[in-house]
């Protein structure tokens, strides 16, 4: 590990302060750093701020703190009656531990990043930009196949970030100089065109603050993961799925994707298709259609593709056979 | 810099550089070699402590960052002649073969219990309310974060088993 500076934020300014790297619950950033991928001079601590608190918003829904660890965050018993899919989602990533340690905003925070990305002897555009991606004609099992650019097949890895996605849910974010701005999870993360190294919308001395749930959906909640293991896994393919139903039709659908890009994967055609339609094997063929029409396998992945046609099917037959009887 | 590590009761002043990981500062530092490193990389479990009663991997995280925390490692959890419950029921079953992961299995298991025992659901509950029912499905999820590369782990789940039963 290079060295750095160790400081302790005691107030959000503290961090904010450009140039250096904040270090929530590390687990992401200091795994990167005995690799020496990530090569910060400051590291600032933030987990002496008041940001651990999960509060109910004037609207009905929930903020929940950028310290909030996963764990606290699945266990929430608010979290856990109103919004089952962020539940659901967080209990599917990683491990005890590590869901003990990682926050709310750290783990948005996590690289997207591929086994290339982690292996210092090869090129990389994620991690050295300009140096090439080996992983288009490499090993590319888990990669992307929408959303993919020349530069970066990368996937992003996270769970708790796509069921978000599916709550539209927003970041808080406080920048140098104290001013806040909210940017919703959905567009939060970035697809990699030219620019792979940058995997979110933060700039240097940006600090999250905050997560916040808008009220409570309502609906059936589902998040499937499908991985290479039945635990402790990145998932080749996720769906988050909120779902109402309503005289036998679907009311409201909002589905999020995971496995599939450099980001969670939204598709509004694909909820406005479903939206006001009776359930059924045609419609979810012709959702999965659309959502996959542009997919690009790169050989080992191309799997991922009928993998995500299915899911989604799976996902979408399970909810509205629950959904009828909710 | 300085921290001050509380550790199994006792306080530790370490002077130590702020890229000494947890786990190197028990061992290497303090002589606490019970914290095992296999990965250092948060993949494999055995560096698992407990930091104000959860289960962390101690090799993913700084020293310097749990300045006046309660840790608490295996030595901490019992001794020969009083063994914690879950060690005695790991001696019984015979959940290990090489050992080198099980000090990080009894303490990821020790508050993997207490998580339970809070109402916390795993993935595969059924159930975001209920009271989860420890079964071996429960805990062979709930304890995916500690590897054993010997394969022990139908003894292990056993010897999680045997705990669950006597304090039910």
């Not at chain 1, 996959?292 to 050989?299: F, M, Q, V």
Request: with cysteine; charged share 25%.
């Amino acid at each position: 590990m290079k060295p750095f500076d160790y400081r302790r934020a005691e107030s959000p300014s503290d961090a904010t302060d450009a140039g250096a790297r904040i270090i929530a619950g590390g687990t992401n950033l200091l795994d990167l750093m005995k690799l020496e991928i990530e090569r910060p001079d400051t590291l600032i601590d933030i987990n002496r701020l008041d940001l651990k608190a999960i509060e109910e918003t004037e609207e009905g829904g929930l903020r929940i703190g950028a310290l909030v660890t996963n764990s606290d965050c699945a266990a929430d018993p608010r979290i856990r009656r109103d919004y089952g899919v962020l539940a659901r989602a967080i209990l599917a990533g990683a491990s005890g531990q590590l869901r003990n340690k990682a926050t709310t905003g750290g783990n948005l925070c996590q690289r997207t990043r591929c086994g290339y990305f982690y292996d210092t002897a090869m090129p990389c555009n994620k991690r050295d930009p300009g140096s090439g991606c080996q992983a288009k004609d490499g090993f590319n099992r888990i990669h992307a196949v929408l959303g993919a650019s020349e530069a970066c097949i990368a996937t992003y890895p996270g769970d708790m970030a796509v069921a978000m996605t599916a709550l539209d849910a927003t970041v808080e974010i406080e920048s140098k100089g104290g001013e806040t701005r909210i940017v919703p999870v959905a567009d939060f993360h970035r697809l990699p065109g030219d620019t792979p190294e940058r995997d979110n919308v933060l700039d240097p001395g940006d600090l999250i603050t905050a997560v916040t749930l808008p009220p409570p959906p309502g609906g059936v909640h589902l998040y499937r993961k499908v991985r290479d293991r039945a635990s402790y896994a990145f998932a080749l393919v996720s769906v988050a799925a909120v779902v109402t139903i309503a005289d036998g039709r679907f009311e409201r659908v909002a589905l999020a994707f995971g496995g599939l890009a450099h980001k969670p994967w939204r598709d509004p055609r694909v909820e406005e298709l479903l939206t006001g339609e009776e359930p059924g094997p045609a419609l979810f063929d012709e959702a999965a259609e659309m959502l996959l029409a542009d997919a690009e396998g790169h050989g080992h992945n191309d799997f991922k593709i009928p993998l995500a046609w299915r899911t989604l099917r799976a996902v979408l037959t399970e909810a509205s056979e629950r959904g009828d009887t909710a | 810099m300085e921290t001050r590590l509380s550790i199994n009761g006792d306080t530790h002043m370490l002077d130590a550089d702020p890229r000494t990981t947890l786990l190197d500062a028990l061992r290497n530092h303090l002589g606490l070699t019970g914290s095992k490193k296999g990965c250092d990389h948060g993949q494999c479990g055995a560096c698992t402590v407990l930091i104000d009663g959860r289960r962390i991997n101690s090799c993913l995280t700084l020293a310097c960052m749990h300045d006046g925390q309660e840790i608490t490692t295996i030595e901490g959890l019992g001794e020969p002649g009083n063994l914690s419950p879950l060690q005695a029921a790991f001696v019984r079953h015979d959940g290990y073969q090489c050992g080198y992961c099980t000090p990080g299995q009894i303490c990821s298991a020790t508050a993997m219990l207490k998580e339970a025992e809070q109402g916390w659901p795993s993935y595969v509950s059924d159930d975001l309310d209920g009271a989860p029912a420890l079964d071996g499905e429960e805990i062979s999820e709930r304890m995916s974060g500690n590897l054993c590369r010997c394969g022990a782990y139908s003894n292990i789940v056993d010897a999680i088993t045997q705990v669950v039963g006597e304090r039910a």
